[in-house]
Structure formats: structure tokens, C-alpha cells
């Protein structure tokens, strides 16, 4: 895209308007309130789906023992595309949702996914309410070491968490010790 259109980031226009509340003394935008609000109704309806249906209980089965899932009679490929499609819904809903406030560029997955697999991996590589906890515990050091520190080492936040986390306890804040016999 670069080479054949532009390197500057073009804008994205945003889903809500452009419009300030005051909490508390905080200023907080529409478009942050939507942004949440969408991103908790996709969250909650996905956990509703794996956790109420067949189908995502056969989703979670193909997950955890392919081998096991495929005696029981589950379509183990159809499983996989389920799963890839409905990532590519939420993957596709996220970028429409954080693209106004980080802009359109090439390559503006690439801190994303690596903040959101620090994330997951604090609280709990194999825990999903782990992993959203994770997330806000990483946005909210990061905006905090940006407002009282510097807005330099902002980035630099998630990693010094996610170090300090594998090494008192390598499982996550939530997950739990899986022994496997081999």
C-alpha cells in the first residue's frame, strides 16, 4: 500500500459523533463509550455462543482434543472454519472500532497484536475473562505511565508487566497449572 498509494495515514471516520461528556471531571468521547459498549456486546455475545450452543461447545471440544472430538462425530474442518470466520468478524469489527483513533496504516496491527498477546498471556493464556482482565490491566498502566511518567515509555508498559507476571507466576494472573502426561 505504501509504494502504490501513500505512506501517511489517511483518516478513518469514526462510527460515532463527534461529541464530550464530563464525568466525574473526566472528559469522555462518544466515540470511547460506543467503542466499549460494542466491544462488551461482542465479548459477551461471543462467550454466550461457545458456552450456550452446540456448535460452540463443539467449537471448545475440536480445541481441546481434535482426535477425541472426531470419535464423537463433530466435523473437525467445519469446526476450524467456524472458528477462523467468526475471528475474522471480530478481527474485522475491532479494526472498524480502533482505527479512528490510531488511523489507517499498513502495518497498525503490529502493536495491537502485540499489546493483546501480552494481554492474554497476563491473565491467563488459557482463561478468556483472564485475558480481558489482562487488557485492562495493560491499558490502564499504559494511559497512567503516559499521564504521570512519560508518554516516551508508554509502550514499554505491557512488556514490564508481562515480564513481571511470567516470572512470579507463568501461568497468568487467572490461569491455572495444566499437567500433561506425556
Known sequence: ????????APPFPSLFAATLF??????????DLG????ALALVLGTQWYLNKTVTGRAMQAVA???ESATVLGIDVPRMIFYTFAINAVLACAAAL???????AKFDMGESLGTKAFFAAIIGGFNNSRGALLGGVIV??????AGAYISAAYKDAVALVIFMAVIFFKPQGLLGKKVERKV
Do not use: F, H, K
Request: charged share 5%; proline share 3%.
Open 1 to 8: 500500500m505504501r509504494a502504490g498509494y501513500s505512506a501517511a
Open 22 to 31: 464530563t464525568v466525574a471531571g473526566v472528559n469522555v468521547s462518544l466515540a
Open 35 to 38: 467503542t466499549l459498549a460494542i
Open 64 to 66: 481441546q482434543n481434535t
Open 97 to 103: 472500532l480502533v482505527t479512528p483513533t490510531y488511523l
Open 139 to 144: 491499558g490502564v498502566a499504559e494511559n497512567l
